[in-house]
């Protein structure tokens, strides 16, 4: 069964001169996709003036608001116990977002309801992610 959680996130968007500005997000959570979870950002906050998807590991997300995690371009800590901050780093530059704990772990429980922890199917993961990689080589 093919089930896509969505859920819209208010974040807020820590600018270098440490000023807070509101950004509207969706996560999102795909059961034929198990590892992953998906903030999407709308084009009007983009400044390539696109949409922007991040997707990073379900299992991250858990971590981080636990404590800090993440390596490579996307890292997750607790910001005291209401926040948790998610920064993620590309080519153009960093962006720091803070996001109510509660919406980041009420989303983490709604997709361990879909697809349990421990019962992601590795094979389908492997065979959509060979299928990805090397297409119809």
Known sequence: MD???????RARLITAEDQELPVAASLRYAAADPFAVHLDFPAEISLAEEAATWTFGRTLLEEGLRGPAG???VHIWPCGPARTVVELHSPFG??????????????L????AVVPAGREDVGAAVDEGLQALLGNV
């Open 94 to 107: 960093m962006a720091l977002l803070q996001f109510d704990t509660f919406a980041l772990r009420r989303f």
């Open 3 to 9: 089930i896509t959680l969505e859920q819209p996130v």
């Open 109 to 112: 429980l709604r997709s361990y």
């Open 71 to 73: 390596t490579g371009d």
